[in-house]
Each structure stands twice: as C-alpha cells, then as structure tokens.
C-alpha cells in the first residue's frame, strides 16, 4: 500500500483518480465529472501533466489547449481592440476586428458554440478565468444561432453572441 502511494504520487498523471483530482484542485484546474465512461478522469490527466510540463509558458496557448481538449472545435479565443476616438469610454466599445483606429487591450473573448453544456459551463468558467495571465481579462461568450425571423427592411449584418459573467462575486 505504502509503494502504491509513492506511487501515485511521484507520477501523478498515472495515479489514481482522486490523487488526481486532489492536484488538480491545488492548482486551480479544470476538475469536472462527466457521465463518460472514464473520460472526463483522463482528460483531467491530460490537462494537469500539460500544466506540469509548460511551467513558465502557460497563458493563452494553455487556455487553447484546454479549451480544446473540453470542447473541441467549438471554441475560440478573440483579441479584443477598442477604438482611440472613443478611449475615454473604455471597455465600453470593444471589438474583435483590428483595424488602424483602434487599439489592442488586454481583454480576450472566450467564444463557445451554443451547444456546449451550460451547467458544466458555468461551474468551469472561473477555472477558465484564472488559466490566463493576472493582467488578461476574460470574458466567455456562448455564439447563439440567429433563428428569428426579422421582418427589417434595411440591410444589417450581426452576429448574436451572449456573454454572462460567471464569476462567485
């Protein structure tokens, strides 16, 4: 018993699944449960010897990754800008297209499909939060599909996406 909890802890990411998820918690990662067959536990592995093995290059590159190991090929992590004219304004008038008037900050946009779960969304999302650097500021967003029926007779082009602020205080 004893060598088997030398073990798991001198290899976490091959130990058992409550070593796991008892480092997990420590650093602050994602630890979810899902109905899954085992895969949740080994994405939580995944995910921790990842964080292990970058050390001193986690930021946006780690939020990627992990981003889509959760929700593959339904994310995205948009750069926001905001316009100089309007500075004294700012956050008010952020925007995800560059262009030479505006400016970049240091605000980010963490954009999901719609169908992700939004349960396990909002239990993640203050991990998801602490994962990038201390001077980013995230925001999630879920992309909701346009299906109403507009009878506007002007030409507009948009996109509906819904941001909600996830965040215990």
């Known amino acids: 018993m004893v ?20 480092f997990t918690k420590l650093n602050g990662l994602v630890v979810f449960r899902r109905d899954d067959d085992g895969l949740s536990d080994t994405l939580m592995r ?19 990754f992990v981003l889509d190991t959760l ?30 008037d505006r400016f970049l900050t240091s605000r980010i946009r963490i954009k999901l499909d719609a169908v992700v779960n939004i349960c396990e969304l909002s239990e993640l999302a203050p991990t998801l939060s602490r994962l990038v650097l201390w ?26 996406i819904a941001v909600a602020d996830f965040s215990p205080f």
């Open 3 to 22: 060598f088997s909890t030398i073990f798991n802890y001198s290899v976490l990411c091959q130990g058992r699944q409550s070593v796991v998820e008892c």
């Open 71 to 100: 929700y593959p090929k339904q994310n995205e992590i948009m750069r926001l800008w905001h316009s100089k004219s309007l500075v004294h304004k700012y956050p008010s008038y952020l925007t995800d297209t560059a262009r030479t």
């Open 135 to 160: 001077q980013v500021v995230p925001e999630i967003a879920v992309n909701l599909p346009s299906t109403q029926n507009m009878d506007v007779k002007v030409a507009v082009a948009g996109e509906v």
């Open 46 to 64: 995944i995910i921790y010897a990842n964080w292990q093995a970058l050390a001193s290059e986690r930021g946006l590159g780690f939020l990627q």
